[in-house]
């Protein structure tokens, strides 16, 4: 089981990115996926689920509004769009199904102007 994360940067507050997850060694399509990330000096936190089919998606509150999370099973990939992001939002982000599995080396995401 992998997740390799990538699509991080330095952006500036209010900007965007898109970061991105592949998954190999399952059956990626019978899993619900998460996002997560940890800032410096914190605990890992929970940011973004979707479920196995795609169908619900759940969203930590301080990224609401703001997060979407996709996924395409036909790649074995998850996606995190972020928008209006924030300098709180720096942080390294990891995917992973909750279940099973071990950290990825993360992407890391700097707002900052």
């Given at each position: 089981v992998r997740f390799v994360e990538?699509?991080?940067?330095?952006?500036?507050?209010?900007?965007?990115?898109?970061?991105?997850?592949?998954a190999?060694?399952?059956t990626f399509s019978n899993y619900a996926i998460n996002w997560y990330r940890q800032a410096p000096g914190k605990e890992r936190e929970l940011v973004a689920g979707i479920t196995s089919g795609g169908g619900?998606?759940?969203?930590?509150?301080?990224?609401?509004?703001?997060?979407?999370?996709?996924?395409?099973?036909?790649?074995?990939m998850v996606y995190l769009q972020m928008n209006s992001l924030k300098p709180e939002d720096t942080a390294v982000y990891y995917c992973k199904v909750p279940q099973f599995g071990s950290w990825g080396q993360g992407t890391q995401v700097t707002v900052s102007s």
């Open positions: 990538f699509g991080g940067g330095l952006v500036q507050p209010g900007g965007s990115l898109r970061l991105s997850c592949a190999s060694g399952f619900r998606t759940n969203y930590a509150d301080s990224v609401k509004g703001r997060f979407t999370i996709a996924r395409d099973n036909a790649k074995n």
